[in-house]
């Protein structure tokens, strides 16, 4: 099965903080992705990447950054936290589509950060 | 612009009834269509898909039904349990390397006992 780990399951920081959300996966997906979950508002990417040190921007990108230089990790950074920063932040991975997979993304169990 | 438009927010269905979810799509360049499921305090995991070339699939008691004249598609859920009580995604995705996803604001589906 496919794993993907998130490296905390609660934050707790304080405003103006820099703070660093890791995730792995284990099954050797070239794509990953960073989402924050808000009640009634979905799933928005923040940042995805396609392989190693590449990035894109998503559709919520303002306020953060990411890093990936390793395949099965993809940190997301709050350079500055503030407290609309507040939510639930999902990691996932795919596969590449040229790899004959189907689009399938594979979550983690989620990140739920306070900014106080 | 939000590209796949997901219907009702909020579902409440008895056990044992049919839960409907509904959702549009804008870009005919989609081509592959997953529902997700995710129970409280876990992230979401595929629940079934379907390919644009397909009407209709079926997965034990969810089933989606796909119409692409109209561009919208719907799950199913027959014999609704208390224990299918989550959130539902709809996503439609396209066949890209970057395999981005497209999703929709999601429904909470009670099912009372």
């Known amino acids: 099965d496919v794993k993907v780990t998130q490296s905390s399951r609660y934050l707790v920081k304080r405003t103006g903080e820099k703070v660093f959300l890791e995730c792995v996966q284990d099954?050797?997906?070239?794509?990953m992705f960073w989402y924050r979950q808000d009640p009634g508002l979905g799933l928005r990417l923040i940042y995805f990447?396609?392989?190693?040190?590449?990035?894109e921007k998503g559709d919520i990108p303002e306020g953060y950054s990411v890093s990936r230089e390793k395949k099965e990790r993809f940190s997301l950074i709050l350079e500055s936290a503030s407290t609309n920063q507040t939510s639930m932040y999902l990691c996932?991975?795919?596969?590449?589509?040229?790899?004959?997979?189907?689009?399938?993304?594979?979550f983690g169990a989620g990140t739920r950060l306070s900014v106080l | 612009q939000q590209q796949v438009k997901q219907s009702p927010q909020s579902l409440i269905v008895q056990k044992g009834g049919i839960s409907i979810i509904n959702c549009a799509y804008e870009?005919?360049?989609?081509?592959?269509f997953p529902w997700y499921q995710q129970f409280p305090g876990k992230g979401p995991a595929l629940l079934i898909a379907?390919?644009?070339?397909?009407s209709e699939k079926k997965e034990g008691r969810f089933t989606i039904s796909f119409n692409k004249s109209a561009k919208q598609f719907s799950l199913h859920i027959m014999d609704s349990q208390p224990g299918d009580s989550a959130t539902y995604f709809c996503?439609?995705?396209?066949?890209?390397?970057?395999?981005?996803?497209?999703f929709g604001d999601g429904t909470t589906l009670t099912v009372k006992p």
């Open positions: 379907i390919r644009p070339d397909v």
């Open positions: 870009n005919t360049a989609f081509d592959y």
């Open positions: 099954m050797d997906h070239e794509n």
């Open positions: 996503a439609a995705t396209r066949n890209t390397n970057a395999g981005k996803s497209t």
């Open positions: 996932a991975s795919s596969l590449h589509a040229g790899r004959g997979a189907k689009n399938i993304q594979y």
């Open positions: 990447s396609y392989d190693v040190k590449m990035k």
